[in-house]
């Protein structure tokens, strides 16, 4: 079955960097577009950004753009989201995600805290 497992969420600082990563199973990562979504508490799940199959076509939500970067590693099945200059509003669980057959899969989230 279709897996996806995130990592490297955490604290930071203001202005701070992280890497998220998301390693998936289950189905042929090369054939599926790729994204992360967002939720912080109280609000729904945004998109942030998602990559096309052979990462080479790629959108952002207006308020990362300049500041995150998603790419993929299609031989380690692995999806990345670069974040600098980190702000408090950044603050949410962030999720992976995609979309086989027309069913979305998730996984369990990572959290990232930016706060001083």
């Known amino acids: 079955q279709v897996q996806l497992v995130e990592s490297g969420g955490g604290l930071v600082q203001p202005g701070g960097s992280l890497t998220l990563s998301c390693t998936a199973s289950?189905?042929?990562?090369?054939?599926?577009?790729m994204n992360w979504y967002r939720q912080a508490p109280g609000k729904e799940r945004e998109l942030v950004a998602d990559?096309?199959?052979?990462?080479?076509?790629?959108n952002y939500a207006d308020s990362v753009k300049g500041r995150f970067t998603i790419s993929r590693d299609n031989a380690k099945n692995t999806v990345y989201l670069w974040m600098n200059s980190l702000k408090v509003e950044d603050t949410a669980v962030y999720y992976c995600?995609?979309?086989?057959?027309?069913?979305?899969?998730w996984g369990q989230g990572t959290q990232v805290t930016v706060s001083s």
């Open positions: 995600g995609t979309r086989r057959w027309g069913f979305d899969y």
């Open positions: 289950g189905f042929t990562f090369s054939s599926l577009a």
């Open positions: 990559i096309s199959t052979v990462g080479t076509i790629t």
